[in-house]
């Protein structure tokens, strides 16, 4: 039983997808956040998918660097919330437009 | 037994009185302030009287011109090379102890002068920069470092004039001089690129040696540099069309009158042109016109001197006058007698100015002579040196002035029809001077006391050192006599050319002038002295001439009205309002207004939305994406095609 290539990558493409949907409609940031999350890991996906095609390691090392990356932005990304939470008491994205001039 | 001159440490010294004073000067107490700013100077004189004795005397004769360079050139560019070369010869000597021994002097009677002056060490670091140039000025082997110590006495004048500078008029009266000098200035500067056009080179001895190797060359181009340096010469040396400055440095304090604007600085121009005789040689226009222009400052600024109720714009206007007198002998190139009339021109007027300082000393500042009068019996000692230096300008023997006028006015007599003329006006002059000179002494010294609240007294010790000095040189400076001036000066300056004395020619005209000077003075002892109402009855019969002299022949008038304000209007209205206003800032304010109004555009934009940046990435991206896609399918593919057409038909072929 072969998948095709290309479920793989439509997969990736509707979840990439999702999380741009998701990034830009939510109002909650832990919801924008984990739409980031959605979209870095629907990336890893097409990396692998093309790692497994043409026998290369080299995507597959790129997914362990996103993943790294994706673990110390989760850490400081939610440290960033829980500040501005207790800070402004508020997690709406709108509400948080404190650099506009 | 050759020792070494030192000549560099002449300039020097002071130049380290300068700094230390400048730098120092606020923080150290006044006696050390006095010793530095007093005592380099000396040492300065002491190694000009050494090089002087080296030089004359006791067997050990260095021979003259004695010049020494630095190691190191200035300027090298090409085949042109400059050196900071400074030579002694026998005119930088008679300059030298000029400038540093009346220059010592007027720093001794500073220190009474100045004595309570906030700016002291100020006043002692500026002096001693002036020190510095003009013994560079003198010393000079090329014309670049002339120019070099040219500049630099200008600068000094400047800061001297404009000493007291919280007061409006001493400070405009520098600004006056430092441009009216600018102008002069930039005519000698000409004059340097036409030498250095014209010869190669701008030392001294080369330029005398290239036209000494050209016998037959006169006039031309040598009459067009020689003119340029007499710009710069009547702008350093105050006289016609360029003296406007010189009345309005009476501003500076009275010592700087003396030193600076009456014994040295502005014999520059005497200086210079002597210096550079060789040109002046060769060109009859320009001495011509070197002795018209002196002749006529002589008697203008005389005239003008008559009419001063300034103690000290007379003596200025009388500087003017006897500078006239020197250009006029430089003019008839009788070039010793220009010298030997700045030596004793530099003894009296020295001596008058700083006489005039004491009066102006005790009298609390005032120096309008109508308010003096009567300071004969108390200020003694000021009275009889004053005296000594009114014989001495006016001419009278055995005074210093008499000799040296006299042997102007013979080298003007012995030059043909026009020397005549010159002649004459000399004399006119030497009676107006005694007229103005006797004025001063008689409005000064005599008569009553016209100033009730102010109670004169002698000046210090300190300042009465240095008059009864110069009043001795102002008797006795003169009786080198200008046969042995011209003597000795006969290798830089070429032999007195003056026929053998014929008959008692050159004592009737001695004769003459004496005869004049005692008319001039037998006139102002008439209308100062014994019928005073007399001037002004004289004032109101002949109203328009009196007017005129007494505004200066509206000279300050005409230049403003000529010069000034159109090139204030020019700079008011086409460089501030059109270039200025318009387009300097017109461009700045288009650049700004852009950068505000893109700002105010792009400002938008940055919402402050989080999802909004989201939003446009979002677009970026699918924009680069469709992008990607189309360069791939569309244009890639065109391109494919048009390359393989091409590829087709070169086979084809």
């Excluded at chain 2, 400038?99 to 220190?111: E, M």
Aim: hydrophobic content about 55%; glycine content about 10%; some cysteine.
């Amino acid at each position: 039983m072969d998948v095709p290539l290309s479920w793989y990558l439509l997969l990736s493409a509707a979840l990439f997808s999702l999380g741009v949907i998701g990034f830009l409609i939510k109002r909650n940031l832990i919801t924008v956040f984990m739409s980031i999350e959605l979209m870095l890991n629907a990336v890893n996906l097409s990396f692998v998918t093309f790692a497994h095609q043409w026998h290369a390691v080299r995507g597959q090392i790129f997914v362990f660097f996103v993943m790294t990356v994706a673990a110390a932005e989760a850490a400081v990304g939610l440290a960033i919330i829980i500040a501005i939470f207790r800070a402004r008491n508020t997690l709406a994205v709108d509400r948080i437009d404190l650099m506009k001039l | 037994m050759n020792a070494p001159l030192h000549l560099w440490l002449i300039p020097l010294l002071p130049f380290a009185g300068f700094l230390l004073n400048g730098i120092l000067g606020r923080r150290l107490p006044k006696v050390l302030t006095t010793a530095i700013g007093l005592l380099l100077p000396l040492a300065s004189f002491g190694l000009v009287l050494n090089a002087a004795r080296s030089i004359t005397g006791f067997g050990s004769s260095v021979p003259l011109p004695a010049a020494e360079s630095f190691p190191f050139s200035w300027i090298s560019v090409g085949t042109l090379h400059i050196d900071f070369n400074l030579v002694l010869d026998q005119l930088s000597l008679v300059m030298l102890l000029i400038i540093t021994g009346v220059g010592f002097l007027i720093h001794v009677y500073s220190v009474g002068y100045m004595h309570d002056d906030a700016g002291y060490a100020r006043y002692f670091s500026y002096l001693n920069l002036f020190l510095f140039f003009m013994t560079t000025l003198v010393l000079a082997g090329n014309v670049l470092l002339m120019f070099v110590g040219w500049e630099g006495v200008g600068l000094a004048s400047y800061l001297l004039i404009g000493f007291w500078f919280e007061k409006t008029s001493a400070a405009d009266a520098g600004k006056k001089a430092f441009i009216a000098n600018r102008i002069g200035d930039f005519g000698f500067l000409i004059g340097i690129f036409l030498l250095l056009g014209n010869f190669g080179t701008l030392t001294f001895s080369d330029i005398a040696a290239k036209l000494a190797a050209m016998p037959g060359w006169t006039g031309g181009i040598l009459t067009a540099i020689c003119l340029c340096l007499l710009v710069g010469a009547t702008g350093k040396s105050a006289q016609l069309p360029l003296y406007v400055w010189l009345p309005d440095a009476m501003e500076g304090p009275t010592p700087v009158s003396a030193l600076i604007h009456a014994a040295t600085m502005v014999t520059a121009g005497v200086y210079m042109i002597s210096r550079t005789h060789f040109l002046f040689d060769r060109s009859p226009y320009a001495l011509g016109a070197v002795a018209i222009v002196g002749a006529a400052t002589a008697f203008f600024a005389a005239t003008m001197g008559l009419m001063q109720n300034d103690i000290k714009r007379v003596l200025a206007y009388s500087t003017m006058s006897q500078l006239g007198y020197m250009f006029l002998a430089c003019g008839v190139a009788a070039y010793s007698a220009a010298i030997f009339h700045l030596m004793t021109h530099a003894f009296f007027k020295a001596l008058l100015f700083l006489a005039a300082g004491s009066v102006i000393h005790a009298m609390g500042g005032e120096q309008d002579m109508r308010k003096m009068g009567g300071l004969r019996k108390k200020l003694p000692v000021t009275f009889w040196t004053m005296t000594a230096a009114v014989f001495a300008i006016s001419g009278f023997f055995p005074f210093a002035g008499f000799f040296s006028k006299d042997a102007i006015l013979y080298a003007a007599f012995l030059q043909g029809t026009g020397g005549k003329i010159l002649w004459f006006v000399g004399l006119v002059t030497a009676l107006l001077t005694a007229i103005y000179m006797f004025r001063l002494w008689y409005m000064t010294f005599f008569g009553e006391t016209r100033s009730h609240d102010v109670h004169p007294h002698e000046a210090p010790l300190s300042m009465l050192i240095p008059l009864v000095i110069l009043g001795a040189l102002a008797v006795c400076g003169g009786w080198i006599g200008i046969e042995r001036i011209s003597d000795y000066l006969a290798p830089v300056t070429g032999p007195r050319n003056a026929p053998p004395v014929t008959g008692h020619l050159e004592l009737w005209l001695s004769i003459l002038a004496v005869a004049v000077a005692a008319e001039g003075w037998l006139i102002a002892d008439k209308y100062y002295r014994r019928k005073p109402e007399r001037p002004a009855q004289l004032a109101a019969a002949l109203p328009g001439t009196y007017d005129l002299i007494a505004n200066k022949y509206y000279v300050d008038e005409l230049y403003g009205a000529i010069f000034v304000k159109p090139l204030l209007a020019f700079s008011r209205y086409i460089l501030g309002w059109v270039v200025d206003t318009g387009i300097l800032g017109g461009a700045a304010w288009l650049l700004g207004g852009t950068a505000t109004l893109g700002g105010a555009v792009l400002q938008r934009w940055q919402s402050g939305n989080l999802r909004s940046y989201a939003a446009w990435l979002a677009l970026g991206a699918a924009a680069l994406l469709i992008a990607a896609v189309a360069v791939h399918s569309g244009w890639a593919l065109s391109f494919q095609s048009v390359s393989s057409h091409f590829t087709l038909k070169a086979a084809g072929h």
